[in-house]
Each structure stands twice: as C-alpha cells, then as structure tokens.
C-alpha cells in the first residue's frame, strides 16, 4: 500500500522531531560532573561566649554573652563537588570542603572591673557531605536548582588568650573547643551558565547548622564552667564555582 504525500510528509516531520525529543527528555540522567567551588560564609546565629559570673586568679571577673559572628570570620571555603544524574532533573552529589576561620580579638567583659579582652585562635574545618540536588531548570545555557545536604565536619581544636591590660592579667593559648567531629546539614540554591558543552559557571548560595563542639575546661572557678560550653552555629556559605561535565 502506497502512502499518500500527506501521510509521508507527516512520517518525516515524525522521524525529524523524534530525537529531538529524545534528547529534551535527557536532563542531567546519566552525566557525571566535577565542580570546584571557593568562598566564604557569613554567621547567621550561635554563641562564641556564654554569660558568667565568677573569678580568675582570685580577681572578680564577668563574661558577657559574645556571637560567634563577633570572633570568626569565614575567610574562606573551598569544595571539590562530584556528581551523578539519576533522572531528568535530580542528581546525587558527594563533597569534600576545606574552612578556614579567622579569630578577632574582642572585650568579652571584665576582671576588677576593668575591660577583659578575648581572642580565639585560627582554627580549620575539613567537611565531607552527600545530598541530592534538584533541577529547576535542567536544561539549556542558564540552570537553577535547590539541594539538601548533611555530613561531619572536622573541627580542629581551639585556643583562646585572655588579656587584662591594666591589671598584668595574660592567660594566653588557653584550649577552649576541643577538636570535634560535628553534624552539619543544610541546603543550598545555585544558578550556572554554560560557556560550552561541557562546561558552566556559576554561584551558589546555601544555609548550614553545625553542632556544637567540645568545651575544655576552662577555669578554676566552677562558676565559669559553661562560659565556653557553646559553639554551635548557623551560617551562610557563598560561594562561585566552575563545574565540568562528561
């Protein structure tokens, strides 16, 4: 049986939007990723410093209640991200990250009445996390997504050095958190251009809970015991990535 030129027309248009379609429907199933990620973070909430009343080498001594905002800065974060298409919109992805975190010194409140200043050390976190990702847009130059994550985070251990100047008071390199392993989870959001087929730019921006670590003991009188029992945080990670897919 012959077919009409109406019917072989439509056949063509058929077999011509066939793969098309077929390569709509791919998404991110099936492609793998790398990504490199650097940034920073701001600290939404969580204390550096709880509230106490006591005495320090026999010298009356109060603490205020100190954010941990007010003693760390997030200088820098930096993530090696890899990733895996399940379906359409949706991947898995593991991450390995490495936090850096600046100390300040600050008057955190006083000994004999006069200004008692804080600083707590350096300290750096290594986190290892797993989520799934979710693609708003998982196709075409510009994709947005949202995702969840959870994991540890290896906290290093960290000192802190009291000083009251006019009173020749100096406790320096005094251990205050103890190096921890911590849960974090959270999310994040992100955006990416594709500057060619394989590869995109792009940022992020996430929210993430990181528990408490260890308090050392701290100082003679128990009235201060819990001045450092404290620690945990939310935060908010930025950062700018470069991801390659194959």
């Known amino acids: 049986m012959l077919l009409t030129s109406k019917q072989l027309l439509a056949a063509t248009v058929i077999l011509f939007i066939a793969p098309v ?18 940034g920073t973070g701001v600290s939404l909430a969580g204390n550096a410093i709880n509230e106490g009343a006591g005495t320090i080498e026999g010298k009356p001594a109060v603490f205020v209640e100190q954010a941990l905002s007010n003693h760390f800065s997030d200088a820098l974060r930096v993530r090696f991200t890899g990733s895996l298409g399940l379906d359409y919109n949706k991947e898995v992805f593991a991450t390995f990250a490495y936090g850096k ?18 600083r ?11 989520g799934l990702r979710y693609y708003l847009r998982p196709e075409g130059p510009i994709r947005t997504y949202v995702a969840g994550a959870a994991g540890l985070r290896f906290l290093q251990a960290t000192d802190a050095t009291f000083r009251v100047v006019e009173v020749g008071l100096t406790l320096a390199n005094q251990p205050y958190f103890k190096g921890s392993t911590l849960l974090i989870f959270g999310g994040d959001t992100g955006i990416s251009y594709d500057i060619s087929d394989t590869i995109a730019l792009g940022a992020e921006l996430g929210l993430r809970y990181q528990g408490k670590p260890g308090a050392e003991p701290l100082f003679a009188d128990p009235n201060l015991v819990d001045v450092n029992n404290t ?14 897919r194959f």
């Open 21 to 38: 379609a077929a390569a709509h429907a791919q998404g991110v199933e099936g492609t793998r990723s790398v990504t490199l990620s650097v």
């Open 101 to 118: 975190y600046n100390g300040t010194e600050r008057i955190v409140g006083s000994v004999s009445g006069y200004p008692l200043l804080a």
């Open 120 to 130: 707590l050390s350096n300290a750096d976190a290594f986190d290892i996390e797993g």
């Open 231 to 244: 620690g945990s945080r939310w935060s908010l990670p930025i950062s700018v990535f470069a991801r390659a």
